[in-house]
């Protein structure tokens, strides 16, 4: 199995009597190449979740197992490894460095990596990625000088330039308008098919949900199946 999620509880604080719970014994499993949605209001958990998923962490009770592996016990080297191996993280807001190109913003994953091999590797598919998204063009510009929808698909070229198997995206429409959550939502539902990419996405939208093989509610910190339309 690509993931697996073993009983996953989350509180804030950890302990206490007003500790409020956050997620409660979540459980789930995930085919490589699948594509869901988890929706519910804000505050909901969402995000608690996914960050959980990407190692960004940890729960208070339970397990994530990655390709078999339980990321719950890695030490703080292999988690940064593993996160910039293997996760792609796409935001609600950018957090492109405004000091910094286009070019030199999606190429931040790749300085970790030490293999020369490696880093050309990522360098060309960050290349060839922006001019999938449709902004080569804009490379050498500065988020400043760039439009709310360039942006974000910059951060999900960034996301995706060291080739990671899972994407995590919360609520990656979020801050754009129509024209632009609608660009997006299709490239990402794009890579998922044609790349083969694991995509989870957390979302209020319940449009962009409903593109996603499976979609759950998170609701009084339990995971429910939403029947399809």
């Known amino acids: 199995m690509f993931l697996t999620l073993e009983n996953i509880s989350k509180?804030?604080?950890?302990?206490?009597?007003?500790?409020?719970?956050?997620?409660?014994?979540?459980?789930?499993?995930?085919?490589?190449?699948?594509?869901?949605?988890?929706v519910g209001p804000s505050g909901s958990g969402k995000t608690t979740l996914l960050n959980i998923i990407g190692a960004m962490g940890q729960p208070d009770e339970g397990r994530v197992l990655f390709k078999g592996e339980d990321t719950t016990g890695f030490s703080g080297p292999q988690l940064a490894a593993f996160r910039n191996r293997q996760i792609g993280f796409v935001f609600q807001q950018h957090h492109l460095f405004p000091q910094c190109t286009l070019m030199e913003n999606i190429l931040i994953p790749t300085i970790p990596l030490r293999d020369a091999r490696l880093k050309a590797e990522s360098s060309k598919r960050g290349a060839e990625l922006l001019k999938r998204v449709g902004i080569w063009e804009q490379r050498y510009q500065k988020p400043a000088e760039l439009s709310g929808g360039e942006c974000q698909r910059a951060a999900v070229v960034r996301a995706l330039v060291n080739q990671p198997s899972l994407l995590l995206a919360d609520e990656p429409t979020g801050a754009l308008d129509h024209k632009n959550a609608a660009l997006l939502a299709e490239l990402l539902f794009e890579l998922n098919k044609t790349n083969g990419l694991t995509l989870i996405l957390a979302t209020h939208d319940l449009r962009l949900a409903a593109r996603a093989e499976r979609v759950f509610l998170l609701e009084n910190g339990r995971l429910i199946r939403r029947p399809r339309a």
Not at 19 to 34: D, P, T
């Open 11 to 38: 509180s804030y604080p950890p302990a206490g009597a007003r500790r409020r719970v956050v997620l409660s014994g979540i459980s789930l499993q995930v085919e490589a190449g699948e594509s869901i949605a988890v």
